[in-house]
């Protein structure tokens, strides 16, 4: 058994990180692995009724939202984590500092809005890479669901005074 076991390991010949197949093919020579963009970028992102202007510089990864760092801001985890989804879809943590000024509407509704800011932050800085990925995890699309106005003879903009037949 032990010979069969050594035969076996001599046919096969790993790599250096010590798997002998791969699925993934590594980058040639001739086809460099490129490497993001880092530039500045502004744009503008909207959900419900909060509005977010943001900017991000090459940097460390940190958040100024209205002079505050991100955990003050957004002390919600969830929150946190819908804002980062642009960094986390194209791999890029940790790379750009955030500058934004939100106003309007709530707490989710500003981390909606601040997510579709960075998103076309990034779209903006480098569009061939960036765009197809931010595309399709639906990160450059705006939510356009917003509060339905109040109808008359309503009490609010569906509910109704209560019926009565008699």
């Known amino acids: 058994m032990t010979e069969n076991a050594t035969e076996v390991d ?8 010590g798997v002998s197949y791969t699925s993934e093919s590594s980058a040639s020579a001739d086809t460099p ?7 500045p970028a502004a744009a503008t992102g909207r959900r419900k009724e909060a509005v977010a202007r943001v900017r991000i510089v090459p940097g460390t990864g940190q958040f100024r939202i209205n002079g505050r760092t991100m955990d003050s801001y957004f002390p919600n985890k969830l929150h946190q984590q819908v804002v980062n989804e642009p960094f986390a879809a194209l791999q890029l943590e940790g790379r750009f500092d955030v500058i934004a000024r939100i106003h309007g509407g709530g707490i989710t509704g500003q981390a909606g809005a601040l ?17 197809a990925t931010l595309k399709k ?7 356009s669901r917003v509060i339905e106005r109040k109808k008359a003879g309503l009490k609010k903009a569906r509910k109704a005074p209560q019926f009565s037949k008699r």
């Open 137 to 143: 995890a639906g990160l450059l699309t705006r939510d």
């Open 115 to 131: 997510r579709l800011g960075i998103a076309r932050c990034l779209n903006e800085i480098d569009l061939e890479t960036n765009r």
């Open 10 to 17: 001599e046919t096969f010949t790993p790599d250096e990180s």
């Open 33 to 39: 692995a490129r490497p993001a963009t880092i530039a």
